[in-house]
């Protein structure tokens, strides 16, 4: 889901626009839309394990799908991940305008973060561990994210 550029012209479709096809594309149900809304508060703590691209397309995922209605996670949970985005957002423009390194959240406001924090583990409570397994495992086999090598899902059970 790189940068996609027809042959024929400079218009490019962005790998953020090809997410909200995919989303189209492969409807979430209200569970799977707290899931993903799960995985972007563990982003913003900075609990979640996938490599960057990853949290990046789930990102777009979570954007693309917010508006959407869950199951269990409500307006309150995304009116605080736009509050906790918000707050990086500036950081991050600070940063860049000063050339400073980028701070994370606990760095930034601890009291947002502690917020950030109880809330994805109330999430995280109300779903599952098979269910949120089961989400992951789905968006990668229907593309969103790659396929998990061999050696990667032998560790994840192994784990588990």
């Known amino acids: 889901m790189g940068m996609?550029?027809?042959?024929?012209?400079?218009?490019?479709?962005?790998?953020?626009?090809?997410?909200?096809?995919?989303?189209?594309?492969?409807?979430?149900?209200?569970?799977?839309v707290d899931c993903a809304t799960t995985?972007?508060?563990?982003?913003?703590?900075?609990?979640?394990?996938?490599?960057?691209?990853?949290?990046?397309?789930?990102?777009?995922?979570?954007?693309?799908?917010?508006?959407q209605p869950g199951e269990l996670l409500g307006r309150d949970t995304h009116q605080l991940i736009v509050r906790a985005r918000h707050c990086l957002y500036l950081a991050n423009m600070q940063a860049q305008a000063s050339e400073l390194p980028r701070e994370t959240l606990a760095e930034l406001d601890p009291a947002l973060t502690l917020e950030v924090y109880e809330r994805r583990l109330l999430a995280e409570t109300r779903l599952s561990r098979p269910v949120m397994k089961e989400f992951k495992g789905w968006i990668r086999q229907q593309g969103l994210l790659p396929e998990k090598r061999a050696s990667q899902s032998n560790a994840s059970a192994d784990a588990a």
């Open 39 to 67: 995985v972007m508060l563990k982003v913003l703590d900075g609990k979640c394990k996938m490599p960057r691209h990853e949290k990046v397309r789930m990102t777009w995922l979570y954007d693309a799908v917010k508006h």
């Open 4 to 32: 996609l550029a027809d042959s024929g012209s400079s218009a490019a479709i962005t790998a953020e626009a090809l997410v909200r096809v995919w989303v189209i594309n492969h409807p979430l149900t209200p569970e799977q």
